[in-house]
């Protein structure tokens, strides 16, 4: 079965520090995994996304993932954290087996900076 | 990138009554979804819509939901009869280029 799983709930940081935030999928095809953001009551905005191209993918806000084949993971990363990067984050999967490829999602992990 | 708009932003509403929401891409669309946000769950799948059809449906998407475009520009869901256990964050998503696709921001759902 197709699936992503974010190995943490909660990730901590202090500003300044870099972030990592891990996912790895389950997949029987050439996957294609996103990383959505979703601050305090707002909706759901993509972060960046991979679709087979390169394998290290930059997205916005300094944000960057690499798709690892070999260990099936997708983890996000920034160099430097920042007070506004404090949200939940979600990786995604886009299932090419469906008819329309509907989205699955991880569980989400929440980034909390500290100043 | 594509803007969505989704309304109402809050829909409070007493157990068994209808709900509509609606979903206003702010260009031309012909792939819609529907996805919930149970608080402190996961977001889930329910429906994706296709040129005025649904193209495929979660196990979620039981009797009670619908959705139509009723004219070729607001996409709807509708659930017929609400259940306490329907409160949740509703989003509406239309499809990118590269199989990504962009949220509205969202209606929670308070059933009471």
């Known amino acids: 079965a197709q699936s992503v799983t974010q190995l943490d709930s909660h990730v901590s940081v202090s500003e300044g520090t870099p972030v990592l935030l891990r996912c790895n999928y389950s997949?029987?095809?050439?996957?294609?995994l996103f990383w959505y953001v979703q601050h305090p009551n707002k909706g759901l905005q993509l972060l960046l996304k991979y679709t087979s191209a390169a394998t290290l993918v930059k997205g916005i806000n300094g944000f960057e993932a690499e798709f690892k084949k070999s260990e099936t993971s997708f983890h996000l990363t920034k160099p430097s954290a920042h007070m506004s990067d404090a949200a939940e984050y979600f990786c995604?999967?886009?299932?090419?087996?469906?008819?329309?490829?509907?989205?699955?999602f991880g569980r989400g992990t929440q980034l909390t900076v500290w100043p | 990138e594509p803007e969505v708009t989704q309304t109402p932003s809050h829909q409070v509403t007493q157990m068994g009554q209808e709900v509509i929401l609606r979903c206003v891409p702010i260009s031309n669309h012909l792939y819609f979804y529907w996805y919930r946000q149970i608080l402190g769950q996961k977001v889930e799948f329910l429906v994706s819509f296709y040129n005025n059809e649904i193209s495929e449906k979660s196990e979620i998407f039981d009797d009670q939901f619908s959705v139509e475009r009723p004219d070729g520009s607001n996409f709807t869901l509708k659930i017929r009869s609400t259940k306490l256990e329907d409160s949740a964050m509703y989003f509406c998503?239309?499809?990118?280029?590269?199989?990504?696709?962009?949220f509205g921001p969202g209606t929670r759902l308070t059933v009471l």
């Open positions: 998503a239309i499809s990118g280029t590269n199989n990504e696709q962009f």
């Open positions: 995604v999967f886009f299932d090419r087996g469906s008819t329309l490829g509907r989205l699955y």
């Open positions: 997949s029987s095809y050439s996957p294609s």
